[in-house]
Each structure stands twice: as structure tokens, then as C-alpha cells.
RNA sequence: GGCUUGUUGGUCAAGUGGUUAAGACGCCGCCCUCUCACGGCGGAAACAGGGGUUCGACUCCCCUACAAGCUACCA
């Protein structure tokens, strides 16, 4: 087609439209001022109503980016795919991450005053795409094609079956040379169409490519003409990016590493639009064994519980922990940051793009309980009194009645649980819900699966009748362990570690040994805060209770 | 199938041509200790395989294996 005919290829397709040129665009949305190390990003969600451990993983290397330097950080929603729209989603969204202590600068949903490169949302920005689809009419840079699925399917079969690349390009793309008479008919017989590339690269030729994370990439050119506007007029993915992180001056696009096979696609549509290349960091996607395969893969939110980000709400982790975990995972010297400046906010730490991993980490429970234990173990007890009781009050009404009866109690219980005041905090605690589980023993008589005596029966009931008929409330820490050493004593239990050591033979076992009776007695549990202590927040009443329980 | 990217102990990871190949979690042992913890010390445990290049390869190149991603009018 000649230059005029495409001129009037693009009358006939969007002359009916009320359009703002590109100019004007370009001039509505001015270039930020901002320092020149700074960064914008942007997090670019599909409203499906479903966040997880990845969506905030990425968020907040973007967010760190942009602030740590200065710069933007804002909020997209990409619904050019109406099926996939949830009610809600958009404050899911900024609800779930603001509970991680991640906010947005400007973008969707963030209410006035939140930004000038607006509309937010992908579906409200079809007149922008259409003015710039059209001038890539206008160029013979793009053209309608009124293919149906099933000639696609067709073409596809055919390349299949001669082992050739499948796509619409060259030869297959039975649009891209139609005159304009052609095209004319086709409209006039109201035949629906989509609206593709006409792409200009080589099928032999590469380039290369400059990664934020993975460093120089080899890639062939894109010779496919790709969809850009579909049926009902609303852009794909690759077309709606290329116009919205120009006209929304994104600097840095950080998205999952499956976009990294459509760099081509998307060099090529900056290129076609004259836009300037954002720079691109492709993360990896966090993955998880596989409990049936055995093998490593991509976590999925249909199977993975762990992966949604409400699990940890309701799992009652801390926020701050979840954020120190996938810090560790974002940058690895960040671990030995924190380790160093243990009391600086993570905010604090110099994140570096270049520091990111480039291939997909495992999802670590164990790694990440480790991380709550320290840092909540950091925390005084009134910050974990107020978090735990927060998330009582929500997920364990039950409990929450009983434990949060009595305030000044539950801090007591949780220095003691916690080692406030000690040489040495303990780490007992993980989140929540196993929290509230750990200090249960301070408010119900041990239940089930409680942890089993390692002495006969016959040891545990002298021990136990013995500790009961010497013990006396009134006695301090003191003398009620010199009491347990007596019974240790008598009972045939070496009272002195090395004695013990040397002829282990000779005793039935040491004090801890007899300790332990007496502690799995009252608690239930081989592993609780100082023993003495329990009984004296429980009462000698309660204690009693549960000891002849045991006889 | 094609294209792309990966592969260092069980897991997360430093490392960028010459290292006894860090560290963290987990595991095991010892020590400390008035019981539980905390803490301290130590241990087992790795460069996927094969070819090159080089005086010398975890580091560079090639091949193989394995894994992941893409190959839509989904993002």
C-alpha cells in the first residue's frame, strides 16, 4: 500500500473516534523531575483478585528501588483481559501491600492527588491506544487482520506439522500484503478484525539485549506481527506496556522472568512508536519442591496455600518478618546488613538491582521461622502483646476472650516467654497462631499431644509425690530448685553434671532429667520458659490441679 | 519440537582465572548452665557430566544431561 492509502486505511479504521493527537499526549504527560539516579517503577497487577508471596516479592524490589533513591513508585492495573476481573481487587491490592508497610506514590485507587499520568487503568486508556495504534497505521506500520480462530488454527496445524516456527509472520501472515480494496470489503462486510504489527525484523538477524539482573542476553529479532489492538479495540499486554511505561515514564520495568522471551516483541513496539527503551530487570519466580514430583518448580497459587499472601495474615506471621525473609531472598547481602545494624529499619539498607538473584529461589519455612524468631524476639513485649492480640481478636475470638482477659497478665506472660529482662532473649516465638499455642499453658491444663515423660512410670509418680510434698509456695527460685535436686537425690538422679558424666551408668539420670518430670508434668511440654516462674503466674492452686492429675 | 535462561552442600547463597570454595537455615556433637531456652565451639555436607582454551579453571568456550520460561485476540 502507498503512504496515501495507508492514510486512509487509518481514517477508515479510527476516523470515527474522537482522538488526541500524540502531541498532546506527550505534553499531558511531561517527563518527571527527578534526580538522574533515580528510579521510576511501577507494579502492574491483572485485578484477579489474588495476591501472593511473588506479587509482593516484586513489589517490594520495586519499591525499594524507587525509594531508595528518590524516585516513584506507582500502581497499574492491567485488565485488558475482562475475564480474568475481580471486584475488589484493586483495593486487595493496595490493602494487602500497605499490611506489609508497602505504599504506593500514585496510581490506581490511591484516592486524589494521586498522580497526573493517569488514567491508572488499562481499561479506561483505550483512546490513548488508539491514537498511537493509529499512527502506526498511518506509518504502514500496522495493518487489520480479519483472520478467525480456526484459519489461525490452520496455519498453526500446517507449520507443525512442517516443523516450521508457529506464528503469524512472512509468508503465514495472509493480512499483511491485502490492498486496500481488500480491506475495504472486509470492513464493509462488518467482519471483525484485529489490528497487528507489520513487523520490519529479520528472522536470521540478533541483538543484544541488556538485562538489569541477567546481564547481556542474546535475542533474535521479532518477526512475528503480533496482535497489538484485539477484536473489541483494547490492547494486548505488549502493546499496552510499551504505550502506558512511555507515556507513565517508567524507567525501570522489573517483571517476571516469562517476559523476557518478548523483549523482541517489545524492543521492536518502542522502536515502531519512536518511544525510548525503559531499562528491564527480569527476576526469577520463586519456586517450591514439588511434594509429588520431587522436583523444583514455579510456586502456583492453585496449589500452594504458603503462596497466597493471606495465609500469612492468617498464619498470624509478622509483616516485618515476611519483608526481612524476601529481603534476604531479594539482595543477598542484605543478611549480613542486617546482622551488622541490627536495629536500622530494612529501609535503611542500600538495595542494589544489581544484587538480585537471577535464578529462582525455593521458598524456605524453615529459613523464614528462623527469621521471625530472631526479629520478634527483638521487639518488646508490649509490640508483640498489641501484634498478637490484634491478630487474636480476628482469627481466635475464642482465645482471645480467655487469654486478653487480664492485660497486665499476658505482658507478664510474654516477658517471661519472650526473656525480657534476661541476660539473653529466648526465641520461642514464631507468629501468632503457634504464640497464642506456646502461651496456652499459662491459661488451659495441658490437652493432647502433649510431649511424653522419658522416665518410667514408676520414677515419674515417686518424683512427682516427692516434689508435691516438699513444695511450699513461698519459697523463691532458690530453694524450690534446691528442693528438685533433693528429689533428684533421692530418687537415685545425679545431682552434679560431671558425676553424671563420668558414670552415667551409676544413675538413673541427672537433675534436668528430674526437672523435666516435673515441667512436662505442669506444662505438658519438655520445652517451656523458667519452670518456677510458670507456677508462680498459674497459681499453686492450678499447679496442684494438674500435678494430681499425673498420679 | 524451536527459542531463551539457569545448574556451587538438604535449602538460601558468596565467589567472577590462582581461595584451605565464605556465610545463613536445617541436621549432628560438645561446652556453658539451677530446670527450659539463649549463647559459644566444632562436625558432616557442594562447584551436574564430558571435552577444550590456559602454566592454572567453580570462574572463559563447546557439547550432553537436567530444570525453568516463552512459543495466544492471557497477562
Not at 504506593?104 to 490511591?110: A, K, N, T
Not at 498489641?386 to 476472650?401: Q, R, S, V
Not at 491459661?443 to 509425690?465: N, R, W, Y
Request: glycine fraction near 6%; proline fraction near 4%.
Amino acid at each position: 500500500m502507498t503512504e496515501n492509502e495507508n492514510i486512509e486505511l487509518a481514517e477508515l479504521l479510527f476516523g470515527e473516534e474522537e482522538l488526541k493527537t500524540r502531541e498532546e499526549y506527550e505534553e499531558m504527560y511531561p517527563y518527571r523531575k527527578l534526580g538522574n539516579k533515580s528510579e521510576v517503577t511501577r507494579l502492574a497487577p491483572s485485578p484477579t483478585g489474588f495476591m501472593h508471596l511473588g506479587n509482593l516479592y516484586s513489589a517490594l524490589a520495586d519499591e525499594r528501588i524507587a525509594h531508595t533513591k528518590e524516585g516513584v513508585f506507582f500502581l497499574r492495573i492491567e485488565d485488558t483481559d475482562a475475564k480474568r476481573k475481580v471486584e475488589g481487587a484493586v483495593e486487595l491490592v493496595i490493602d494487602s501491600l500497605k499490611y506489609f508497610g508497602i505504599e504506593f506514590d500514585e496510581g490506581e485507587g490511591l484516592g486524589q492527588g494521586s498522580g497526573i499520568y493517569g488514567p491508572y487503568t488499562q481499561s479506561e486508556r483505550k483512546e490513548i491506544y488508539h491514537t498511537f495504534a493509529k499512527e502506526l497505521v498511518e506509518k504502514g506500520l500496522a495493518y487489520p487482520c480479519f483472520c478467525e480462530e480456526d484459519e489461525l488454527e490452520a496455519i498453526r496445524k500446517e507449520q507443525e506439522e512442517k516443523k516450521e516456527l508457529t506464528g503469524y509472520y512472512g509468508r503465514y501472515a495472509v493480512w499483511r500484503e491485502k490492498s486496500l480494496d481488500e480491506i475495504k470489503e472486509a470492513i464493509s462486510m462488518g467482519k471483525p478484525y484485529v489490528l497487528r504489527l507489520r513487523s520490519q525484523g529479520s528472522p536470521d538477524k540478533e541483538f543484544t539485549f541488556k538485562d538489569e539482573i541477567k546481564g547481556e542476553v542474546n535475542l533474535p529479532e521479532n518477526i512475528h506481527d503480533v496482535v497489538i489492538l484485539k477484536k473489541d479495540g483494547i490492547p494486548t499486554y505488549h502493546f499496552a506496556h510499551a504505550v502506558d511505561d512511555h507515556l507513565m515514564r517508567t524507567t525501570l520495568v522489573l517483571r517476571g522472568g516469562e517476559w523476557l522471551a518478548s523483549v523482541p516483541t517489545h524492543v521492536e513496539l518502542f522502536n515502531a512508536l519512536g518511544f525510548k527503551l525503559p531499562k528491564y530487570a527480569h527476576t526469577a519466580h520463586m519456586m517450591k519442591i514439588d511434594p509429588e514430583t520431587g522436583g523444583k518448580r514455579k510456586l502456583s497459587k492453585r496449589s500452594d496455600p504458603e503462596m497466597s499472601l493471606s495465609f500469612y495474615r492468617e498464619e498470624g506471621y509478622h509483616p516485618h518478618c515476611i519483608k526481612i525473609y524476601l529481603m534476604t531472598l531479594l539482595n543477598s547481602n542484605f543478611e549480613e546488613w542486617h546482622r551488622n545494624n541490627p536495629e536500622a529499619l530494612p529501609e535503611e539498607f542500600p538495595f542494589s538491582v544489581k544484587k538480585m538473584n537471577n535464578s529462582g529461589a525455593l521458598f524456605d519455612m524453615d529459613k523464614l521461622e528462623s527469621i521471625c524468631k530472631d526479629e520478634l524476639s527483638m521487639l518488646d513485649e508490649g509490640a508483640v502483646y498489641e501484634f498478637i492480640e490484634n491478630w487474636a481478636k480476628e482469627f481466635a475470638p475464642e482465645k482471645h476472650a480467655v487469654y486478653f482477659a487480664d492485660k497486665e497478665k499476658m505482658l507478664s506472660v510474654l516477658r517471661l516467654c519472650m526473656g525480657v529482662g534476661q541476660k539473653r532473649r529466648r526465641k520461642d516465638l514464631i507468629n501468632a497462631k503457634q504464640a497464642l499455642e506456646f502461651v496456652s499453658i499459662f491459661f488451659e491444663s495441658p490437652g493432647d499431644g502433649e510431649d511424653e515423660f522419658k522416665q518410667t512410670p514408676e520414677d515419674v509418680k515417686a518424683i512427682l509425690e516427692d516434689y508435691l510434698s516438699r513444695f511450699d509456695y513461698e519459697d523463691d527460685n532458690q530453694v524450690w530448685f534446691e528442693k528438685i535436686k533433693e528429689i533428684a537425690q533421692n530418687n537415685g538422679f545425679a545431682t552434679d553434671r560431671k558425676v553424671y558424666k563420668e558414670n552415667p551408668g551409676n544413675f538413673k539420670g541427672e537433675t534436668s532429667d528430674v526437672a523435666e518430670v516435673v515441667r512436662i508434668a505442669i506444662t505438658g511440654r519438655a520445652n517451656t520458659p523458667d519452670l518456677w516462674s510458670i507456677i508462680h503466674i498459674i497459681g499453686e492452686e492450678e499447679m496442684k490441679e494438674r500435678l494430681s492429675a499425673k498420679i
